[in-house]
């Protein structure tokens, strides 16, 4: 019989995979959750910002090659780790990290959940569709490939320090008059978006600009008009801070963004797979007046500012992200 308090959760990849999953994790009080995840340093410092560790799969890259020859022994590691802790349930978060330890709960009949906060069913989730519990959807449908019966529309979750964001932080100081612009190029730095971005802007004196660089960050340098940083744990801090946001649109970011009922520009990762960055933006812009997309190769300074004075005045609904992340905890605690 299994443990009625053991949960497994398998998050890998980078923060739009592995910080919804963890929000539900920590938010599932009554059980003992063991997190998964590969090697890559972007998924030790996500983890580390929640004071968790996680058991490690050898997964520090993906290639076709490496995957394969990887697999047996992550599979195996799987198995062991699910005869350890004889979990009720099994949740993945898409990501091809997730993908031996989705196979091994279904080898061993354990009850097997996903997380999809993409506009659009990603690669390793449409694999466990078919053996899958239910999927957990940020967007309403419906998928393509999947049993859409399996389908239940949570919306996108949120982490704590979103829903309800510090006050100050002795981390960052900010003294300024100036119009604080937010710039983010995601998890993965998104270095030619954050240049274009940085020199068109930084002609303006009456703007401040903080940048999330991630691993692009030693590329820049902080200036009288620039504060870089490589991440950041606070972000609702930042949020509440800027102006104005302009961001890649990953299911994560545009959620969060959207939350915070400021004026944004997205600028959609190009080689991102199906477009899912552009759908996620398209799918959220009607409701969301405060809402611009630009596409990266129209990145110039007459495109950019017509689009911020356009949107530098509106604002969205603002709603309750506490009240709504409890119904998404109820509805995902009447299931796992």
């Given amino acids: 019989m299994a443990d009625s308090r053991s949960i497994i959760i398998s998050a890998g990849g980078t ?9 539900i994790g920590l938010a599932l009080k009554e059980a003992r959750v063991t997190f998964t995840c590969g090697k890559r340093s972007i998924e030790k410092t996500i983890y580390d910002n929640f004071n968790l560790k996680p058991v490690l799969f050898d997964f520090d890259s993906f290639s076709a ?43 061993m009949r354990k009850k097997l959940f996903a997380i999809e906060q993409d506009s659009l069913i990603g690669k390793a989730n449409k694999v466990f569709a078919r053996f899958a519990y239910r999927i957990f959807t940020a967007y309403e449908g419906p998928f393509a490939h999947i049993d859409n019966r399996k ?17 100050t932080d002795n981390d960052i100081e900010i003294k300024t008059n100036k119009k604080i612009i937010l710039v983010m190029g995601g998890s993965q730095g998104a270095f030619t978006m954050t240049e274009k971005t940085i020199d068109i802007l930084s002609k303006y004196n ?19 008009n620039a504060t870089i940083l490589p991440f950041y744990k606070n972000m609702g801090y930042l949020y509440s801070m800027a102006d104005m946001i302009i961001a890649r649109s990953g299911a994560l970011s545009v959620a969060e963004i959207a939350s915070t009922n400021k004026p944004a520009i997205f600028i959609p990762l190009k080689s991102a797979s199906n477009d899912e960055q552009k759908k996620n933006v398209v799918s959220l812009m009607k409701k969301n007046i405060q809402f611009e997309m630009l ?9 950019l500012m017509e689009k911020m004075r356009k949107i530098e005045n509106l604002r969205g609904e603002n709603k309750s992200a506490e ?3 409890k119904k998404q905890m109820q509805i995902i605690e009447n299931y796992v």
């Avoid at 009456?206 to 902080?222: C, E, M, N, P, T």
């Avoid at 596409?295 to 495109?303: A, G, I, P, R």
């Fill in 15 to 23: 923060g739009g995979h592995i910080i919804p999953a963890v929000t």
């Fill in 65 to 107: 090659f490496s995957f394969a020859v990887k697999f047996p022994k992550n599979l195996l590691k799987s198995v062991r780790l699910i005869l350890k802790e004889n979990p009720r349930s099994v949740i993945v978060a898409g990501n091809y990290t997730s993908v031996p330890m989705g196979l091994a709960s279904v080898m």
């Fill in 151 to 167: 389908a239940v529309f949570i919306g996108h979750v949120l982490r704590d320090e979103i829903r309800n964001p510090v006050k």
């Fill in 206 to 224: 009456d703007f401040h600009l903080i940048v999330i660089a991630g691993k692009s960050f030693d590329k820049f340098k902080d200036t009288n």
């Fill in 295 to 303: 596409d990266e190769s129209s990145l110039n300074e007459k495109n």
């Fill in 323 to 325: 009240s709504i992340f």
